[in-house]
């Protein structure tokens, strides 16, 4: 057998995908410089081919040795039979506890009764040989609109919680404005209110701004932390303050944190037993996955926000517990506390002004690779590459996006812990969860730092749907799963299955022969939008914004962006009824109303409408492919959200979900 032959036996035998099709319907094959780096990120040696031939032949004796697969899903609250090839003694141990729940002996399939949801462990003995297998037992079903808010059909609002603005704050948008816009829009009939994603950017990383990229998707971003909103604390004299239309981060963290740093001094001077009540218990509830991020805050104060340039005794947080005793972490625990309660705050004063979902959160697609969560799960992530994507509508050059990835049999080992700790935390302040990139549960793109051309690396697919099914029984959490790109066959079914709405996007919905797919033939269990963070707002979609920052950018040539201007007006014309000689005749504004018409009246479980949009902004969030260069993640809403109640733009909206039958439902108790 050819080195290359058994290189490819082992790619295959861990994961790898042999070969995809793009968009084009072109067949992508990962080479053996792919496949040779992927294995390297998961630990397995790839040196002669003696050592791969023997590294396969390890894993394949391992394999036939096990008695039972390594995860095995059931289904919880029902009696169930799990194959097993030969007789063995059994039990069941319950998560989170040590004590035996059930067991016995069988034959062959092992009888397991009704399990709770959670993650197992179901343990074997055959003769003197001991085996375990992660037991999942899963409800069948996430929570569906139905089962959370009495009603098929609802709508909602997604705005740039970094963009927000008011009275009181002329900062950054923070959880104060929040908790206002809930209530409005609440008050608007309004089931939702979906912003960006919070999670942690780093304390010390004043440079990242991109929702995205966080350093832990397990814990808050403090920078919307609202200061006069902290208990026992006054309201700061010298808040931040900042004018234009554009937010300046540097200068906002300066003001902002030193105005944290100052309410926490007086916390501490002025208040005995600190950490007794709600925060002490907070502190115990975070157990050691806080502690730990506590300390990579307070440590890279001092070292920088990327723990790969540390010294080596900090580098895991073991080590650095040993050596960095002294470190005060109770600062940025208390920080933590705080943004959870104001995040919970906001979340339920939306659900009382009658908002029957509350908030709708995202959840990034990963870490940073410097950040605190890849420090503090190193041992379960793939090294020296990072998640991306291949060649798509949104970028056709693929994309790097320097995010760490989980080792699927590392995760898998670790019986997923460090996902669920994400998934519990991203579920725990909202009603509705959107999963970004939801393809990467199936089959994950990594992309070598070597320069070796990305790969796809297939995930325990189902393992991964029940423990998110689990999570989101046990925190009450409707979950949309953002499926665009390069979708493998049976996916999207999958999901549905599992009671998970898929994601419609209008932009991209097109019928074989180029037409936008009509609102009416758009999938029933899905949210569905116009467009995204990353995608032209309606009037820049008019406009053709898009168009002109790929040609200033020069990414197209004169001739390209004629041509793009040509599909476009072809595109314009289409969506709102028109020829192409009169859909001069027409306004943004028309397609705005015809679009959010149409969604209004279609058969999708959930509409979600972009603030921008009826604030009729013109330039998006976001422009995949560029840090700098576009305005990215800075834009401030050109209206304060005291004024939004009355915005003629969000009352014509409203009317409309409303005229649809997507009033606010009756929320379930």
Known sequence: ?????????????????????????????????????????????????????????????????????????????????????????????????????????????????????????????????????????????????????????????????????????????????????????????????????????????????????????????????????????AAPTSAPTQSGPRIDYAGFAQAHRAALHAAFETIQSGADGMMHGDLAAFKREGGPTLVDYALFEALSETHGPDWRSWPKNLQTPTSAQTVAGTVDTEFHVWLQWLAARQLEAAHT??????????????????????????????????????????????????????????????????????????????????????????????????????????????????????????????????????DLGLVPAGFRATMAARGIYGYTVAQYEKTDDGKFRKADDMRPQSLACFGTHDTPTLRGFWEGRDIGWWHQLG????????????RRALEKADLVGATPETVSTFEATDLATQAHRALAQGPTALVAVQLDDVLDVAEAQNLPGTVDEHPNWRRRSPVPVADMAAHAGLCETAKMMADAGRGTPKQKT
């Open 349 to 482: 004063r939306a659900q009382s002004n009658g908002m029957a979902l509350g908030l709708y959160l995202d959840l990034a697609v990963g870490s940073r690779l410097g950040g605190a969560e890849a420090w503090g799960a190193a041992e379960v992530l793939a090294q020296s590459v990072s998640l991306g994507a291949p060649p798509d509508h949104l970028s056709p050059a693929g994309q790097t996006w320097q995010l760490a990835a989980f080792a699927p049999a590392k995760l898998q080992a670790q019986q997923y812990r460090s996902l669920r700790q994400v998934l519990r935390q991203a579920m725990q302040h909202c009603g509705v969860l959107r999963i970004d990139h939801a393809l990467g549960l199936n089959r994950s793109y990594w992309v070598p730092e070597n320069g070796a051309p990305g790969g796809y690396i297939r995930q325990p697919f189902q393992s991964l749907m029940g423990i998110i099914a689990i999570e989101a029984e046990r925190a009450r959490t409707l979950i949309v799963g953002e």
């Open 1 to 233: 057998m050819s080195a290359d032959q058994i290189l490819s036996d082992l790619a295959d035998h861990c994961g790898l995908v042999a070969d995809f099709k793009d968009l084009d319907g072109i067949t992508r094959s990962a080479s053996p410089d792919t496949q040779r780096a992927l294995l390297q990120a998961m630990g397995v040696p790839v040196g002669s081919s003696a050592e791969m031939r023997e590294t396969l032949q390890m894993m394949r004796a391992e394999d036939v040795a096990r008695i039972l697969p390594r995860d095995v899903v059931v289904p919880s609250h029902k009696k169930t039979t799990v194959p097993c090839a030969s007789g063995v003694a059994w039990q069941v141990i319950l998560e989170g506890t040590s004590e035996v729940y059930a067991e016995g002996k069988s034959r062959s399939n092992i009888e397991v009764p009704a399990l709770p949801s959670g993650v197992h462990d179901l343990q074997v003995q055959r003769g003197s040989e001991l085996q375990s297998a992660t037991l999942i037992a899963t409800p069948d079903r996430v929570p569906s609109l139905q089962d959370m808010a009495g009603a098929d059909q609802t709508w909602g609002v997604v705005a740039a919680l970094y963009g927000l603005r008011s009275e009181r704050n002329q900062g950054l948008g923070d959880f104060e404005d929040l908790a206002q816009l809930g209530e409005v829009l609440g008050e608007k009939g309004a089931g939702f209110l979906g912003i960006n994603p919070v999670h942690a950017l780093g304390w010390a990383d004043v440079a990242t701004i991109s929702p995205y990229s966080p350093t832990h998707r397990g814990f808050l971003n403090t920078n919307h932390i609202a200061l006069d909103r902290i208990p026992h604390v």
């Open 555 to 566: 990414w197209i040539d004169a001739g390209e962006k004629a041509r793009a201007e040509e």
